[in-house]
């Protein structure tokens, strides 16, 4: 049995859980190893610090890099828990292989998720239901080299910060039919920066119109609901619980197949389909009661209350008995260990 170890800083003592930014402070320790030769080294748990790569790391120009975002909980019994890290696991494999990076040994994923966490479980407070911890597992290219190639060299890290409510607030955004996030047939089902980094221009644009996301278009004919930034896109309307399919240009979020299972267990019709931006439009211009929200490890469940398509505003509905809110509360009781986890997605460091 391993023992919860003090925090060799005093990074913890000083932070404040009751008003902190999301991703601006580390726990005290990170997991790091490294490819070379051809096969993974053992890694190995260390504290929290700086890396130290050459300029001519591949990483700085080409592209190859990989992340997951991943989350634990206390659950009732005030042990910690990983949700999910096998479907994790899988997604950041597939993504590696899509980025010509190497794949993960899954004992060697397990172990440093497992290790880092019983290393800072004193920065989850055994008091507050609405603090969990943020994983983030990446891998980057460092071979020093320039010049256009797969690298030869890798580093893999698992680092953790805390997080509280990524959305404070409903939201509003707009139907991006201007601008693409991800063509199918490109790398928009990785989880990998260069994804993230093209999407930041037409966003940032949407900010500065007092928008707080993007829904994304086909790239083929700006017509069909992809996915936002941050989440994946759902609709709920007539007992019927609707997403946009997976294919080459749409994340296979965890938070969504969580959703997805969770409604078939409450007997919610779920359909994956195309969802063309106008039927929203029609929908809400005949005032019937449709929900529109977004669902992400980061955000969880994002209830949006306006979304402007072809530069008229709507308003979904987003009252208090809304299904999404249901959703989001079976959720938030399995991970917590207050409802039945009858799909075994919790994983107690005690295993």
Not at 17 to 40: I, R
Not at 132 to 156: C, H, Q, W
Not at 173 to 187: C, D, L, P, Q
Not at 220 to 226: G, K, M, N
Request: glycine share 6%.
């Amino acid at each position: 049995m391993h023992t919860i170890e003090l925090p060799t800083t005093n990074r913890l003592k000083q932070f404040n859980f009751d008003q902190f930014s999301f991703g601006e402070v580390p726990t005290d320790h990170l997991f790091l190893a490294k490819f070379k030769n051809g096969e993974w080294e053992n890694g190995e748990i260390q504290p929290f610090s700086n890396f130290s790569l050459s300029p001519f790391s591949l990483c700085f120009h080409y592209g190859q890099t990989v992340f997951e975002g991943m989350k634990a909980f206390r659950l009732a019994d005030r042990t910690v828990s990983i949700f999910r890290p096998d479907k994790h696991y899988e997604r950041l494999n597939r993504s590696l292989e899509r980025m010509c990076m190497p794949t993960l040994p899954k004992q060697m994923f397990l172990t440093g998720l497992t290790e880092l966490l019983y290393k800072d479980a004193a920065w989850l407070p055994v008091d507050r239901q609405d603090i969990a911890m943020y994983i983030r597992p990446f891998v980057i290219a460092t071979d020093p080299r320039i010049g256009v190639k797969v690298s030869n060299e890798y580093l893999f890290a698992i680092t953790c910060t805390p997080i509280g409510e990524y959305y404070d607030k409903p939201l509003r955004v707009k139907i991006e039919t201007e601008y693409v996030r991800a063509a199918e047939g490109s790398a928009g089902s990785a989880k990998c920066g260069g994804n993230y980094g093209g999407a930041f221009y037409p966003t940032q644009k949407a900010n500065e119109e007092g928008f707080d996301q993007l829904i994304w278009t086909d790239a083929q004919t700006h017509q069909f609901l992809e996915e936002a930034g941050t989440m994946n896109i759902m609709m709920y309307i007539d007992n019927t619980l609707i997403t946009p399919p997976l294919s080459g240009s749409i994340l296979d979020g965890i938070t969504r197949n969580s959703i997805l299972q969770i409604a078939r267990d409450l007997s919610i019709v779920v359909e994956e389909r195309a969802i063309h931006y106008k039927e929203i439009a029609e929908h809400l211009q005949k005032s019937d009661r449709l929900e529109l929200f977004g669902a992400g490890t980061a955000a969880i469940i994002s209830p949006i209350s306006s979304v402007q398509i072809d530069g008229i505003d709507y308003y979904p509905h987003t009252g208090n008995d809304a299904m999404m809110f249901k959703l989001k509360n079976e959720l938030e009781g399995i991970r917590r260990g207050i409802k039945e986890d009858k799909h075994n997605w919790n994983y107690p460091l005690n295993r």
